[in-house]
């Protein structure tokens, strides 16, 4: 036996001597440091053998635990820690292949008081991430992370208030089976404010970040790929109560980018950094409990960078190289008015003229929409509204657009049915000469069965892309069920997409065709999956899940298939605070680009025990 596994074996046998000394109060230090601990220790036989990794078996063991106390008062200092070692899918309920070790902790200081605080740090070792496409298919990784976090506030009586939050993080990791990295450094700082005075609502704020990323070759291209940039962004705002039931807004923002994207072998650098300021204004009025209008205008000065900053929001990195031209701006006018008929009916009209400049050129167009609104179930079953948009630009192209929205929700004989369909066409996007179209649907039945079980099937999809522009098509599929009982529950699960993304921290970001943007990645790709959770007697829990996956991907040329399989089952038995534990995970994947398929084979089976330490 070696030394490790002696020391593990000493600290079973001194925590639950510990264990029998202590109750589940926690434990007070000098006068006011109050302390709480407690942990599940697990102890078994534990083995793994691959491709990629050296085959290796033997006594294994690991702790999740939780600490957590105050001093002198909950409200002026509280805290918890979290400290965990060697979790994986096989002896524990975290989703790691390998043993994951780290802390999260986090304090909370003067809560309730004028100047409340907190303080988080979390590390990570040895933990299983993806870098993909969220909710699509993606990469299994290896990596470590960690980040911290402060946050501050003044809120003191008849005085601005100040928030102020600064948060940094970094985090890489491997690409399971291959020597690819992912890398990515952040730091983020936030300061707000907020005052009323006169009547006026008043807002201040200031961000300041910067990222940085490092892309594996296969998704980059020819070569590994590193991002770079930082950014500012601040401003005011102010709201004030008009006649009328009406409000008044104004607000004011300048942002400010440096994006630099350039491969390790030189092969191509591009770089960007844009000054954009944004006005807006406007007022809404409601003279009558039927009645309302409302004007607004709003200015960018820039509108390559203006686009880069919608890009951003919708979860893209900060994007080099989108460029409409010298002296792009926009300014729009606005005004719309709504009435509410009866409870359930109402219409609105909105008419909206646009004078851009982009790609040398000066566009001006004029947008008018009708809605109707009809919101009680036509039929007990659909609800729905739709709008006519006509658009005029100085070019003399005239065209007609169309916005239908349905919603359905029905009860028949113990079904339950619900679903949407929205469709659009012709809409405008962020530039006038462009236009999109799109329709997403969804749908979901719920039936009660005998004895209790319930079953349920759902479906999604969403198909887009910009209007007469061949290639910008992109969309996606889910459908999904589950059959549940008290003792058995039973889901299965099928996805598909197509389209392009950006790479950004932590993976491919999906977006919608930009003008000015040729640098992506394409991509599809299905998978499908499924789990079973059997209760056969009481405190014994079998479970198993499956899921599969197959991607291709495309940037710069180089294509890729990828596959990925796993496969998971546990057994667990529970007694007050004692657990038999078992746990088995093949795993494989495989990035064509790259060569072999890594493989991967864990199990474990033991005791698990709860311990209140103090």
Same mark, same amino acid.
């Given at each position: ?52 990794? @050296? ?19 909950? =409200? ?52 299983? !991430? ?12 290896? !990596? ?15 005085? @601005? ?114 000054? +954009?300021?944004?006005?807006? %204004? ?13 004007? +607004?205008? =709003? ?17 893209? $990195? $900060? ?22 008929? /009866? ?18 050129? +000066? ?7 009708? +809605? ?23 070019? !003399? ?7 239908? =929205? ?55 999809? /969403? ?51 930009? $003008? ?9 790709? %299905? ?8 209760? $056969? ?78």
């Amino acid at each position: 036996m070696t030394v490790a596994k002696r020391i593990i074996g000493l600290m079973v046998l001194v925590i639950a001597q510990l264990t029998f000394a202590q109750n589940n109060e926690g434990i007070t230090i000098g006068e006011n440091t109050h302390l709480k601990a407690g942990g599940l220790l697990s102890f078994g036989y534990a083995g793994d053998y691959g491709n990629e990794v @050296p085959s290796s078996h033997g006594l294994n063991g690991g702790i999740d635990g939780k600490l957590s106390g105050y001093y002198y008062n909950p =409200n002026f200092l509280s805290f918890e820690a979290t400290p965990y070692y060697n979790q994986s899918r096989n002896n524990s309920n975290y989703q790691s292949l390998t043993g994951a070790s780290g802390v999260a902790t986090s304090a909370n200081f003067f809560t309730g008081s004028h100047f409340p605080g907190s303080v988080a740090y979390h590390y990570d070792h040895n933990s299983t !991430g993806t870098f993909g496409l969220t909710g699509q298919p993606d990469f299994t990784t290896i !990596g470590k992370g960690q980040g911290f976090a402060v946050n501050w506030s003044a809120l003191m009586p008849n005085l @601005p208030t100040l928030a102020v939050g600064y948060s940094q993080g970094s985090g890489s990791g491997t690409i399971y089976g291959t020597d690819e990295e992912t890398r990515s450094n952040t730091k983020l700082l936030n300061i707000r404010s907020d005052y009323s005075v006169a009547g006026f609502r008043l807002n201040a704020f200031y961000t300041h970040d910067v990222f940085n990323s490092v892309f594996p070759q296969f998704l980059a291209g020819q070569s590994e790929a590193i991002q770079d940039s930082t950014g500012d962004s601040e401003g005011v705002g102010a709201q004030h109560d008009l006649p009328l039931h009406g409000q008044f807004y104004a607000n004011y923002n300048r942002t400010t980018s440096d994006s630099t994207y350039f491969s390790t072998a030189g092969q191509s650098t591009n770089t960007s950094n844009y000054t +954009n300021d944004i006005e807006n %204004a406007g007022a809404s009025f409601h003279p009558t409990q039927k009645l309302s209008f409302n004007v +607004n205008e =709003n200015y960018t000065s820039n509108l390559s960078g203006y686009l880069a900053q919608s890009l951003v929001a919708a979860g893209a $990195p $900060p994007i080099p190289g989108i460029n409409l031209g010298t002296g792009s701006h926009s300014i729009t006018m606005a005004g719309g008015a709504g009435y509410q008929f /009866t409870n359930y009916l109402s219409s609105s009209v909105t008419a909206t003229h646009y004078d851009q400049s982009y790609f040398g050129q +000066n566009y001006t167009g004029t947008f008018v929409s009708g +809605n109707v609104a009809y919101a009680r179930r036509l039929l007990d079953t659909f609800s729905f509204s739709g709008a006519v948009v006509d658009s005029s630009t100085g070019q !003399g192209d005239n065209a007609l657009g169309f916005i239908g =929205n349905v919603n359905a929700f029905h009860r028949l004989k113990g079904w339950q049915l619900s679903g949407n369909f929205s469709y659009a066409q012709n809409v405008q996007t962020l530039l006038i000469t462009y236009t999109t179209s799109y329709y997403n649907y969804s749908g979901n039945v719920r039936r009660r069965l005998a004895q209790g079980i319930t079953w349920i099937a759902a479906f999604n999809g /969403t198909h887009s892309g910009l209007t007469n522009q061949p290639g910008t098509t992109s969309h996606s599929e889910g459908y999904s069920t589950s059959l549940g009982m008290r003792q058995l529950t039973v889901t299965g699960n099928y996805t598909n997409s197509t389209g392009i993304s950006m790479l950004g921290v932590g993976g491919f970001v999906p977006i919608t065709p930009t $003008p000015g943007v040729t640098d992506f990645v394409s991509f599809s790709g %299905a998978s499908w999956g499924g789990g079973v959770s059997v209760t $056969p007697i009481r405190r014994l829990v079998l479970s198993g899940a499956f899921s599969r996956a197959i991607s291709n991907t495309e940037s710069n040329s180089v294509f890729s298939h990828n596959d990925m399989e796993i496969f998971n089952a546990q057994m667990q038995y529970h007694f007050r605070r004692v657990g038999l534990q078992a746990g088995y995970t093949r795993f494989s994947q495989g990035i064509s680009v790259l060569g072999t398929p890594a493989t991967s084979t864990a199990y474990f089976v033991g005791f698990t025990r709860w311990f209140d330490f103090f």
